[in-house]
């Protein structure tokens, strides 16, 4: 699978996923969970004796940013029930509230979350998620997201379920493995994947978006009008060479 992160609202949190990777961390570490309807974590499952590494143990809490920083926001005309207001960043939907200044990533499909424990400061990115069934946005604000799945959530979204509370697997076979994480700059180039992502600051998008809000044609009997954020979809294409 392929992530992008997104260091313009958790640069910190990126910046030591990226230390993590290239320490080689997560290769030969597992999916751990499953909970249907939810999301697929993956990490080290022996919380009694992790997996050492050097990058950061802790990192503050990335749950939002300030407007100022986190670059152009085209903004949705549809509303919403948990921000005052809703669009994309830099391809990633988001959400904004002007009066506090702050602006945060949102729990869509394929957004990728750090799993920690109470602490708002406790998760530093060696456990992570995905978003694979309804989108969660009441964890908004509450965990921070840091970047989405471009390819690969196919593959994600049919692992199997997890039998253990919250959909851990109870059992150590269950866990399907990781080979390998790199950086796509460690990748040679010509081994590298090549994707093209549709701007969410485009007039084209903007098609998209408004043909998905006020779709019709002789299926459709009843046309909303509207469209959720996380039905506002960006389109992805590998480039064949």
């Known amino acids: 699978m392929i992530i992008e ?3 313009t ?3 910190n949190t990126a910046a030591n996923i990226r230390a993590l990777v290239r320490e080689k961390y997560f290769d030969d570490l597992f999916i751990i969970r499953s909970q249907d309807g939810f999301v697929v974590q993956w990490g080290d499952p022996d919380e009694e004796n992790p997996k050492p590494f050097k990058a950061a143990k802790t990192i503050k809490a990335e749950f939002s940013a300030p407007i100022k920083s986190a670059g152009s926001f085209t903004r949705l005309k549809d509303g919403d029930v948990y921000a005052p207001q809703v669009g994309h960043v830099g391809g990633f939907p988001a959400a904004r509230d002007p009066a506090s200044g702050q602006t945060w990533l949102v729990h ?12 708002a400061d406790s ?3 060696s456990q992570l998620y995905v978003v ?7 964890l908004d604000r509450n965990i921070t997201v840091v970047g989405r799945v471009v390819q690969g959530m196919s593959l994600l979204s049919v692992q199997p379920r997890g039998t253990a509370a919250a ?3 109870e059992k ?3 866990r399907m493995p990781l080979k390998l994480v790199r950086m796509a700059a460690d990748v040679p180039e010509a081994e590298r994947s090549k994707f093209e992502v549709m701007r969410t600051d485009s007039a084209t998008y903007q098609a998209v978006v408004e043909a998905q809000r006020t779709r019709g044609g002789p299926w459709a009997k009843f046309a909303v009008g509207k469209i959720d954020l996380c039905n506002a979809t960006i389109p992805v294409r590998e480039q064949k060479i």
Do not use: K, W
């Open 5 to 7: 992160l997104a260091p």
């Open 9 to 11: 609202f958790a640069p």
């Open 108 to 119: 869509c499909p394929a957004m990728i979350g750090v799993a920690r424990d109470t602490g």
């Open 123 to 125: 998760g530093n990115g």
């Open 132 to 138: 694979t069934g309804h989108s969660p946005r009441h």
């Open 167 to 169: 959909g851990f697997y």
């Open 172 to 174: 150590p076979e269950q």
